[in-house]
């Protein structure tokens, strides 16, 4: 009897360890969220909120990490005017060498090259004749090099995702607003032809009032783990739980739902399954650390709830045999898109006027506008930005040509001294659900609260606008 009081004790204990407070309704429990601080803003430091920086005439750029990813990126930037490639920087020589010919093949200069040294990097971000660095390194340098890069002046473009804790995202933030220099998270998919097609479609009412987004990341990776430098990604994998890799399902959910920009992210909740194949992937490939069990779930999912009573659901599965999915899915008063399997869209009929849509049939309760409606509807809605890129963003390529369109448009910000399509507190939100979600996995899924990045600013703006000269 003392046995089972003592264990049910220890129960309640960790219960209210957790942070749950049963309601003193008869017909509901709620539960408050893990709370998760909010460092203070320094004093003398402001939001970066819409952050213009000086017109920057000629971007001149150093490239840190050209492994499988780095290189495409420093081709496209030959195809974009008024850059010039000024530095490259990998671990490996080879690597640079490889860019420098890219340079050679397009008719420009070399450049200046920092290699073959763990710290050559921080002699890149040195450079007085420098305006963007873009970091494209194994997750783990990814904020390091950015805080640097920033603190000697630079503006910093780093890949997917730039930060893996919330200590690393708030020293970014802090960073930024301190410099004031731009900090973005390069998230291709924003770019993607359905995606922003449907963005500009639900900025325009089309779908009512946006409720419901999802988005995944399900790759299979069997064929890309034996190539990454020093097995990095896998190492992540073997060492955290939680959606470590959110940024390409999130990015565009969180543009639909104008988050910071009239809304934000309230509280989230994560649950995985056990980790099936990332063992058998550590015994193929080897692990730094084998002396731990796999740590990330095979496939992890995350709920989140926004300020404005939306949903977001994301799901992340890198390891088993599933055709390619970002999802990109959304539910609202009066439409619904999708992207994966198959491109579809779901409208009420007083949406769309007949002459500009043709036989906008009346849809029954199991059908999607047809092929040629859907057509119509893409080349009605399609976003100025590709109204304008497209053509040539197919030819440079990446992705399809969504990797130039956001070179481009970093750049074409640059050059213009308006605000980035994507700032820091995006990078901050679509980074959050690594260490948020295994925060509440680790605590038997119990809600967590996301942090306000903006800390206050999240209402200032309403509405996601993409920036053009006037
Ligand atoms: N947005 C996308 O669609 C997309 C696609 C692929 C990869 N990525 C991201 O790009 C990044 C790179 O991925 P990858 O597939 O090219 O990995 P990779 O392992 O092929 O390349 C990483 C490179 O970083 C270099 N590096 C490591 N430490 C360094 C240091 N101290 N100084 C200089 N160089 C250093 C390595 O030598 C290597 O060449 C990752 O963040 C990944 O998530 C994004």
Not at 205 to 224: D, M
Not at 267 to 272: F, I, K
Not at 421 to 436: F, I, K, N, S
Request: hydrophobic content about 35%; aromatic content about 8%.
């Amino acid at each position: 009897m003392r046995k089972l009081l003592l264990q049910i004790m220890t129960s309640l204990a960790l219960v209210c360890m957790v942070g749950c407070t049963p309601s003193t309704s008869n017909e509901q429990q709620s539960y408050a969220p893990i709370k998760v601080e909010v460092p203070e803003r320094p004093a003398g430091q402001e939001d970066v909120i819409q952050l213009t920086a000086p017109k920057i005439e000629t971007v001149r750029v150093g490239f840190i990490g050209l492994g499988m990813r780095g290189p495409g990126a420093v081709s496209r930037f030959t195809h974009i005017p008024g850059t010039q490639i000024v530095a490259l920087c990998d671990l490996i020589p080879e690597n640079v060498e490889k860019c420098q010919d890219i340079l050679t093949k397009a008719g420009l200069p070399k450049a200046e090259a920092y290699t073959g040294d763990e710290e050559a990097w921080k002699q890149l971000c040195q450079r007085d004749d420098i305006d963007l660095v873009y970091i494209a390194t194994d997750w783990k340098h990814h904020a390091q090099m950015g805080i640097y890069a920033m603190e000697q002046g630079k503006h910093v473009a780093i890949e997917v995702p730039s930060a893996m804790t919330l200590d690393e995202i708030w020293a970014l933030i802090n960073t930024s607003e301190r410099t004031r220099k731009h900090c973005m998270q390069l998230e291709n998919c924003v770019y993607d032809f359905f995606e922003l097609t449907t963005l500009n479609m639900a900025q325009q009412g089309l779908f009512g009032e946006v409720l419901h987004v999802e988005g995944s990341y399900i790759h299979n990776l069997e064929e890309f783990w034996g190539d990454y430098w020093n097995n990095w990604r896998l190492d992540y994998n073997n060492e955290f739980r939680g959606d470590i890799y959110a940024t390409h399902g999130f990015g565009p959910a969180c543009q639909l739902l104008d988050i910071h920009r009239g809304d934000r992210l309230k509280t989230l909740v994560a649950m995985d399954t056990k980790s099936a194949s990332g063992p058998i992937l550590a015994k193929k490939y080897g692990v730094a650390n084998d002396s731990i069990n796999f740590q990330n779930g095979d496939h992890t999912m995350t709920m989140i709830r926004t300020e404005n009573g939306k949903t977001i659901q994301i799901q992340h599965d890198v390891m088993n045999p599933r055709p390619y999915s970002r999802m990109y899915q959304l539910t609202g008063t009066a439409g619904f898109a999708n992207k994966y399997p198959v491109e579809q869209y779901c409208l009420r009929p007083e949406q769309v006027k007949a002459d500009e849509v043709p036989n906008h049939e009346n849809l029954n309760m199991h059908g999607a506008v047809s092929q040629e409606v859907k057509e119509a509807l893409m080349k009605k809605y399609k976003h100025p930005i590709h109204q304008e890129l497209e053509e040539v963003a197919k030819k440079v390529g990446g992705h399809g040509g969504m990797d130039f369109i956001m070179d481009y448009r970093l750049v074409y910000c640059l050059h213009n001294g308006l605000p980035l399509d994507m700032d820091v507190y995006d990078l901050a939100e679509w980074c959050c659900l690594a260490e948020l979600g295994r925060i509440s996995i680790e605590n038997g899924s119990a809600p967590v609260e996301v942090p306000d990045f903006t800390r206050g600013g999240w209402n200032k703006v309403k509405g996601y606008r993409h920036a053009y000269v006037k």
